[in-house]
């Protein structure tokens, strides 16, 4: 038995964002495993919240005292978003470290902040590059989500030196410094429930719906205005058409940014609450599959730029779950899998007139949908829980420090990332006391008086 420590800056609860899901999978599966588990998190923590299995917590993002308790009892700790600028202890610390880093928080920057001012948006992005150069320094082990991904971080991570002959001499492919853990979801699908939630509860959602499902939420570096117009479009001839967007408004407070721009595009073409519909507020986790279970299709739309290219979209795990057929845009991890395993249909982005071509092929032509969705059935089995977290699994059974982390310590990987940005020596007599030094403080005198020799033979 290990004892785990995973940390999220996310709320948990009975509704749960991303990384929330990710972290109380985390938790779920590890102490099923047999471990002593704590999920910590820096966000809020419903009330009377008590999952089974493991044990939950919250401090806040600055109460340092607080989470040396809890650093102090963890043999392993699993940590994503901001943990280690709120707890620097953790940059010195002897304890296991696993930087989850399935979200590349830099590039979710990029279009993230570009409605703010330039000086803001700059600020955030090399805060981020800050953050992530930290985390990638100092892990133990890294997980990412998809290969693509593991690329990206490959190549920070050579830059950061971590990367070298100790990392390298025993684990050639480097599956030991950085894994593959995409997110994953529940082995059991969805059931429908009693209740409906929207075909025939809806008011807007008539018994005959065929209804396209938009999962999560809506961000700047999605394209759900291209979508609206194709829907609407595609109402003009398929009036049962009904997209609907699960949890973008919330109640009470005026929507803002590209949800504002998506309800007044829809308001404009006198779609909304017709083909168009926003639900209201977000829906319960452990409710959302009997939304799922009632809709024919799922769609996930976005625009091309380069934070597609190594996105991870958690709804399409979701789709998968629901056994639904989905039409997504190009570009992106997830539009690789749907396009090889023939799960839906993959569009250009921006391509309104592609797209309701799509639609109505996923909607309507039931041989096509039905095909797609037996394989979604199929390909569901490989992205469970239990096998997408199989690396934090391993290392959970057998905790163990990074090759370099062992031989040279954590702080002394943190100096190394920072030596690795100075300019290199000139070459000359500096060069050679800098590399006489560093061979004779590793005990390699004898190569110290090689490399003289070698200078001065004519």
């Known amino acids: 038995m290990t004892r785990v420590l995973v940390i999220t800056g996310a709320s948990v609860g009975p509704r749960m964002s991303g990384p929330a899901i990710r972290a109380s999978a985390m938790a779920r599966v590890l102490a099923a495993d047999g471990h002593d588990v704590t999920l910590l998190t820096t ?70 902040g570009r409605s703010a001012h330039r000086a803001t948006w700059d600020l955030l992005v090399d805060d981020r590059v800050r953050l992530l150069n930290q985390q990638l320094a100092l892990a133990d082990l890294v997980l990412a989500a998809s290969p693509r991904q593991r690329q990206l971080y490959l190549g920070q991570l050579a830059a950061l030196g971590r990367v070298s002959p100790q990392t390298y001499r025993d684990d050639p492919h480097l599956e030991r410094l950085i894994a593959l853990a995409p997110f994953g979801l529940d082995a059991e699908p969805p059931a429908a429930s009693d209740t409906p939630r929207l075909r025939g509860a809806h008011p807007a959602v008539p018994d005959d719906a065929r209804i396209l499902v938009w999962g999560g939420g809506v961000y700047d570096w999605f394209d759900p205005l291209t979508l609206i117009r194709a829907v609407h479009g595609l109402s003009q001839r398929r009036p049962q058409v009904r997209l609907v967007f699960l949890g973008t408004v919330t109640p009470g407070l005026e929507p803002r940014g590209i949800v504002r721009d998506a309800i007044e595009l829809a308001r404009e073409l006198g779609a909304l609450d017709r083909s168009v519909v926003f639900n209201e507020g977000w829906i319960p986790f452990d409710e959302r599959g009997a939304y799922y279970a009632e809709a024919d299709a799922a769609v996930s739309t976005h625009h091309d730029h380069l ?152």
């Open 43 to 112: 966000g809020s923590l419903a009330e009377g919240w008590s999952p089974a299995g493991y044990a939950v917590a919250s401090i806040g993002p600055t109460d340092r005292r607080a989470f040396a308790r809890f650093h102090a009892a963890a043999e392993v700790v699993v940590f994503q978003g901001h943990a280690t600028e709120q707890f620097p202890a953790l940059a010195r610390s002897r304890t296991v470290l696993v930087a989850d880093a399935y979200d590349p928080m830099h590039l979710e920057m990029l279009e993230h």
């Open 307 to 458: 934070e597609t290219e190594f996105s991870f979209r958690t709804r399409i795990l979701d789709y998968l779950w629901a056994g639904l057929p989905m039409v997504v845009t190009e570009g992106d991890h997830f539009a690789d899998l749907v396009r090889e395993r023939e799960l839906g249909v993959v569009v250009p982005a921006g391509d309104a007139a592609a797209l309701e071509e799509a639609l109505e092929r996923i909607l309507f032509d039931e041989q096509f949908a039905s095909r797609a969705a037996a394989r979604v059935a199929a390909v569901r089995e490989e992205f469970v829980w239990e096998r997408t977290l199989e690396p934090l699994r391993a290392l959970a059974r057998e905790p163990r420090l990074a090759a370099d982390a062992a031989a040279s310590g954590r702080a002394a990987l943190g100096r190394r990332a920072r030596s690795l940005v100075r300019p290199p020596v000139p070459l000359g007599l500096r060069r050679r006391i800098r590399d006489g030094l560093f061979y004779a403080r590793r005990g390699a005198l004898s190569e110290v008086s090689r490399r003289w020799k070698s200078r001065r033979r004519p």
